[in-house]
């Protein structure tokens, strides 16, 4: 489970925002360097933005423990993070963008939110699927007890 709104909590989740943008960054950077006939820099970006990735991991470890996590609940995290990225995130984007006569970004905007709303679609269908195969699971467990119950007597 996410831990408390606390500001600890609030500065880990700054914390993880600053080293994914730095791995995204840098992984970029090494897609340029690299298109520019530069292989060394390409690979130092690479491997620095490995290293932000591990940083991220661990503060996503202390915002999100392991412990209580289930399937579900991170499917329920996901689908969450997908419906405020198409429903409010990236309109209020587009808004911005629209207003500032960036047109360029309005039309990345609404591809994002698009996609966003895929991936919330994709996450909801996945639950589902999961919510099923647990109900059967459930009901396969309750039938070897039962077998396994009137071997005993």
Excluded: C, W
Aim: glycine letters at 4%; zero cysteines.
């Amino acid at each position: 489970m996410k831990q408390a709104d606390t500001q600890t909590n609030k500065n880990l989740e700054a914390a993880f925002a600053g080293e994914s943008m730095a791995n995204r960054k840098y992984l970029y950077f090494a897609k340029v360097a690299r298109e520019l006939g530069n292989e060394e820099i390409a690979e130092l970006f690479e491997k620095t933005a490995h290293q932000e990735t591990a940083h991220a991991f661990a503060h996503l470890e202390l915002i999100y423990p392991t412990e209580g996590m289930t399937v579900a609940k991170l499917l329920e995290i996901a689908i969450e993070g997908e419906l405020y990225e198409t429903n409010q995130m990236y309109p209020e984007f587009e808004r911005v963008a629209r207003e500032e006569g960036h047109l360029s970004a309005v039309g990345e905007f609404q591809e994002q939110a698009a996609e966003s709303a895929e991936h919330a679609e994709i996450f909801q269908q996945a639950a589902k699927r999961f919510k099923a195969l647990t109900g059967v699971e459930a009901h396969h467990a309750a039938r070897y007890q039962k077998a396994l119950d009137n071997l005993a007597s």
